[in-house]
């Protein structure tokens, strides 16, 4: 089966750090991506990993563990336009439920 | 913009009623996905086209259908609507794989079942 897991709320402060984790466990996999949707809107890219380690991209850092099954998305320097859902999606080419399969998503709220 | 195009972008219809959803995906994409996203849940997967062949399929109801065309852009249709089907369902689409690539979503829409 396809189960991919991420908290579902999440609070901080903004200019604080925050760290969204994702756990999976998926029949095969080729990638994990991080999107970020406003409340509404469509879901856009933010982070790809392929191979284990961390991918620095500004303010947001994602890395990856293939042998735990586990993500994670770095958040630095929060601002309150952050304030999202972080979705975590694992790409398998051979899944039976398609090559995309998304978590439920973590609402970040950044407080003043 | 992400250069998918889906249309309309709010739709209003009545519980037993059939609509379409309409999606044209970035010139040059051969994948086009299907995603349905209720209130406050995370995007459940559909359907999946590549290239004007079903590729996989997901959760899907049996009251639902979609086809991708020739020219690639897809329809998703809906048919006995139930107020659960109200929804935000969005359209993505990504080039001849998704390796160090990602998946370009639409605006999605809207569909309120009354």
């Known amino acids: 089966g396809q189960n991919i897991d991420q908290p579902t709320e999440m609070t901080a402060t903004e200019g604080a750090i925050v760290q969204i984790n994702c756990t999976y466990q998926?029949?095969?996999?080729?990638?994990l991506f991080w999107y970020q949707q406003h409340a509404g809107e469509a879901p856009t890219f933010l982070s790809y990993n392929v191979l284990d380690g961390l991918e620095e991209k500004g303010r947001f850092s994602s890395f990856l563990s293939r042998s735990k099954g586990y993500s994670y998305l770095l958040l630095k320097e929060l601002q309150m336009k952050d304030s999202a859902s972080y979705l975590c999606a694992v790409l398998n080419y051979g899944g039976s439920q398609g090559n995309l399969i998304f978590g439920k998503g973590t609402k970040l709220s950044v407080k003043p | 913009d992400s250069g998918v195009t889906q249309t309309p972008k709010h739709l209003i219809t009545a519980t037993g009623q059939r609509v379409t959803l309409r999606c044209s995906p970035r010139s040059g994409d051969l994948s086009v996905y299907w995603y349905q996203q209720s209130l406050d849940q995370g995007l459940q997967f559909l359907i999946q086209?590549?290239?004007?062949?079903?590729?996989a399929k997901g959760n899907i109801l049996e009251r639902f259908s979609a086809q991708q065309f020739p020219d690639l852009h897809s329809e998703l249709n809906l048919s006995s609507l139930e107020l659960g089907d109200s929804a935000l369902y969005f359209c993505a689409s990504s080039g001849q794989n998704l390796m160090n690539t990602e998946a370009f979503f639409g605006q999605g829409t809207r569909l309120t079942v009354v």
């Open positions: 086209y590549y290239n004007g062949e079903e590729r």
């Open positions: 998926t029949s095969g996999f080729n990638g």
